[in-house]
């Protein structure tokens, strides 16, 4: 846990969250601010802040993490329709929070990926 990152809060509950989905090692919550009609982040609880931070020993959560990601969109009912996936990375991946984060779009058809 990192004492002054946001997620790590929302993880050890002392900011709030609308959490969907939690287990030993990931969590996930809705977006504060809802890019599609669903927008939810799936953290590990392993605090990293990029994704270029992680190595070869994070394998089996980085597939847990993933794994995990497929079980909340199923939970939200997008896994037919489909979905977006999303991991910004740094500055020019346009980071904002630096605790690793997947976001999961979905509940209108989202178009070819942009850049
Ligand atoms: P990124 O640009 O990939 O780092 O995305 C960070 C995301 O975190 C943005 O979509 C924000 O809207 C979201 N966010 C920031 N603060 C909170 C919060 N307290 N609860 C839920 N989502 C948040
Ligand atoms: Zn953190």
Redo the contacts with the bound molecule.
Sequence with gaps: MADSC?FCK?IQGK?P?QKVYEDEHVLA?????P?APT?V?VIPKTHWATLDDVTPDDKNLLGHLLERTAHVARMLALGNAGYRT???TKSH??????HI?I?ILGGRPLGRMVV
Excluded: C, M
């Design positions: 946001l929302i900011i969250a919550f809705h977006d504060i601010h890019q927008h982040l999303i991991i910004n991946g346009g980071q904002e929070v630096f984060h976001h």
